[in-house]
C-alpha cells in the first residue's frame, strides 16, 4: 500500500509542468538595470560537447571547475524568490536569467577563483535531489542575489539525472561524490585568501554536506573556518544525523528549516521504510526536542508558510523572509537569537506591514510566522516575537520549543 501510494505520487510530481531545458548558452545581449552573480561551479558530473547542456546527470571521470557568471534581470519584471527562466537560447537578460559568462577553470581547488574575488568569505551550496546542472546554477543565482550576501559563492553540483524516478541513482551520486566535497571544503578552509565558510545544502544535499564535514572530522579535523552549517528541507534520516553531527563536533554551528507539509519529504520517507526525514520534523515533540537541543542545533520552522511551491520543498528559496533572513544574518553565522530586539521588530514589521501581499511569506507571517527553535534563548525571543504580534493585530505564534 505504502509502495503504490508512493508510486503515485512520484507520477504526479514528475507531471508538475515543465523544466528548463538547453538554457546555459552564454548570451551577448545585454539590458539595463540588471545584476550579476559570479560563482564558481564545480562539479562532478559528466561534461557534455553542447554549450546550451555543458553538463549531464551521468557521473564525471573527475571534477570540472567553471566560472559562471549569471546575469539577473531588473527587479520591475521579478519579484524576490522567483527565477525567470529563459525562454529562447541564448536568453535575453531583460526578461530572464541569462548566463553570460561560462570558462573552464584549469586548477583543481579553486585558490585562484577565491583570490580574484577580492572577497574572504565564501558560501557554499549544495543541492538537493531532481536538480539538472542548470536548475543547480540558476537557483544559486537567485539565492545569492536575493539575499544580499557579500560571500563568494561557490555552486558543488553533484550528478543528479533530474527525475523523481531515479532517487536511488542520485542517492548514490552523492556517496560517489563525497571525496570531491571534502577536498573542496578542505582546500577553502585551508586557503589563505579565505577567513570564513559558510556551508548550505537542500534536500539530499544536506546528506552529502554533512558526509564530507564528517569527513574532515575522521582525517584531521573541520577546519575552523567552517563555521556555519544550514541544511534546508533536509532528505535525512534523523538517526543517521543525529551520529553525523555528533561526529563532526560542536563546531560548525548548525540551523536546520523544516516544514511538516514537504510533499517531497514525504515521498522520501516512504521510500525509505517510514523513517522520519529530518527537514519533516516537528521540533517541539521528543525525541527531537530533547536531541536538537542536546546538540545546540537551531530549528526554524517553516510549516505556517505558504509559497508558490506546491511540494513546500523549497521555500527558504522562494519565501521573500526567509531568503533575506539568510542574507542578513544566517549565511553570516549569527543566530536569529543574536540581537533579539531587531529580529523581534523585523518580524512584527512584517505583521504589521503587509497583509495585503497575496501569495508572499509576509502577509502569511501575520497569521502564522515562522516558528523559532533555538535551544540557547527559547524564552525571550518567544515572548518578544509574540508581543510584537499582538501590538500588529495579528495572531503571532510564540517560539517554538517554550
Aim: hydrophobic fraction near 40%; charged fraction near 25%; proline fraction near 6%.
Amino acid at each position: 500500500m505504502a509502495r503504490a501510494a508512493a508510486i503515485t505520487l512520484a507520477v504526479a510530481l514528475a507531471g508538475c509542468g515543465g523544466r528548463p531545458d538547453g538554457v546555459m548558452e552564454p548570451t551577448t545581449l545585454s539590458a539595463e538595470g540588471t545584476s550579476n552573480v559570479d560563482m564558481l561551479v564545480v562539479t562532478t558530473r559528466n561534461p557534455t560537447a553542447d554549450p546550451a547542456r555543458p553538463f549531464g546527470g551521468e557521473r564525471g571521470d573527475h571534477a570540472s571547475m567553471n566560472r559562471v557568471v549569471v546575469s539577473i534581470p531588473p527587479a520591475s519584471v521579478r519579484q524576490v524568490g522567483e527565477i525567470q527562466w529563459p525562454t529562447s537560447s541564448p536568453a535575453d537578460p531583460a526578461k530572464s536569467f541569462a548566463v553570460v559568462h561560462n570558462d573552464s577553470i584549469a586548477d583543481r581547488d579553486g585558490r585562484p577563483w577565491f583570490r580574484a574575488t577580492g572577497k574572504r568569505r565564501v558560501l557554499l551550496f549544495v543541492h538537493g535531489f531532481n536538480t539538472r546542472y542548470e536548475e543547480a546554477v540558476y537557483r544559486f543565482a537567485q539565492i545569492v542575489h536575493d539575499s544580499g550576501t557579500d560571500f563568494a559563492p561557490v555552486l558543488f553540483t553533484w550528478p543528479s539525472r533530474g527525475s523523481v524516478f531515479d532517487y536511488v541513482y542520485d542517492r548514490e551520486s552523492t556517496n560517489w561524490s563525497r571525496d570531491t566535497l571534502e577536498n573542496l571544503l578542505r582546500a577553502a578552509g585551508e586557503a589563505p585568501d579565505v577567513s570564513e565558510v559558510t556551508v548550505m545544502a537542500h534536500s539530499m544535499g544536506s546528506w552529502l554536506a554533512l558526509e564530507a564535514l564528517r569527513g574532515l572530522a575522521i582525517h584531521g579535523g573541520v577546519p575552523k573556518k567552517i563555521g556555519n552549517v544550514i541544511l534546508a528541507s533536509p532528505d535525512l534520516d534523523v538517526d543517521v544525523f543525529e551520529r553525523q553531527i555528533r561526529r563532526i563536533g560542536a563546531t560548525p554551528r548548525v540551523t536546520l528549516f523544516v516544514s511538516r507539509d514537504d510533499k517531497a519529504l514525504g515521498l522520501s520517507k516512504r521510500l525509505a521504510g517510514g523513517v522520519d526525514r529530518l527537514g519533516a520534523i516537528d521540533p517541539t515533540q521528543e525525541p527531537y526536542r530533547s536531541r536538537l537541543e542536546g546538540d545546540g542545533v537551531t530549528v526554524l520552522d517553516l510549516t505556517a508558510l505558504q509559497t508558490g511551491d506546491r511540494l513546500a520543498h523549497g521555500k527558504f528559496a522562494e519565501s521573500p523572509e526567509v531568503v533575506r533572513l539568510l542574507g542578513s544574518r544566517l549565511i553570516a553565522g549569527q543566530k536569529v537569537s543574536e540581537d533579539r530586539v531587531g529580529l523581534a521588530d523585523r518580524l512584527g514589521a512584517v505583521a504589521m506591514g503587509a497583509a495585503g501581499t497575496v501569495g508572499s511569506a509576509a502577509s502569511l507571517a501575520v497569521s502564522a510566522p515562522i516558528a523559532v527553535f533555538d535551544p540557547d534563548t527559547r524564552a525571550h525571543l518567544g515572548d518578544r516575537i509574540g508581543d510584537v504580534g499582538r501590538r500588529a493585530g495579528g495572531t503571532v505564534s510564540p517560539l517554538v520549543g517554550e
